[in-house]
């Protein structure tokens, strides 16, 4: 006997809305590993008046009593990564001012001070996304911005991402956490939030670019602020 054709229907669909529910581990997560254990800061150095972590989470806070002067990092000691993609939670109070520095250099004689590359992150979402380099050459790639570096010359931009700016900003959610994904590969840096390309930069210029430094997280001079990370991951590049 024959099965009746409603009955396969029904049966394919059913199938259908199985495989659609069923959880999947996200592929972005494979291969990663975790550089904040959720429980200690053991690995970053920091200076402990401004960092600590709290109900499983790496707060970085500047109070009215501890304003700062000039802008401080917790910086990552497992290694000093070439090409990798990084994966990370956060949340930012209305004021905040933060980043996060890779390929980085340490300031000498400033203790806790980075140079280099940094996927900016704000309260207001003026700036969350652009690529810009903390004592360097500054703004390289604004939110929206495909760009490209050349030696003495001002960032090309050679397209628009996402409709632009203003555009690329709903989907960044004020007060409440984002998810970061930065893809950094040889002279290619992309700036990720929430699966959204913010900023893309092919940095060709040979004598200013870094091809592997530390990693460190900013709180910013400014008025009182608290940064919030969670679910800290790497996964190094072949």
Known sequence: M???????????LLLTMSCATAP??????????????????RGWEYDTT????????????????????????????????????????YRISALGNSGINYRS?????????LQ???????????????????????FLALRGQRVRLVEGQPPQVLDSLGGGRAALQQHIKAGDWNRVHL???GNHLQHYINDVLMSDVTDDDAANRKLS?????????????????????????E
Do not use: C
């Open 183 to 185: 893809v950094v590969k």
């Open 50 to 89: 401004y960092w600590h972590v709290r109900d499983g989470v790496l707060v970085g806070e500047v109070t009215p009593a501890t304003i700062l002067k000039r802008n401080t990092f917790i910086i990552w000691r497992g290694g000093q990564p070439r090409d990798f993609e990084l994966l990370v939670d």
């Open 24 to 41: 999947k581990t996200p592929r972005a997560e494979k291969g990663y590993q975790a550089i904040f254990d959720g429980k200690t800061l």
């Open 105 to 113: 250099e340490e300031v000498p004689d400033l203790p806790y001070a």
């Open 213 to 237: 430094g530390w990693i460190g997280v900013q709180v910013h001079v400014g008025p009182p602020m608290k940064i919030e990370y969670k679910n800290f991951k790497i996964k190094t590049l």
């Open 2 to 12: 024959k099965t009746p054709v409603f009955l396969l229907l029904a049966n394919s």
């Open 116 to 138: 280099g590359y940094q996927a900016d992150l704000d309260g207001r979402n003026r700036y969350a996304g652009q690529n810009y380099e903390e004592r360097g050459r500054k």
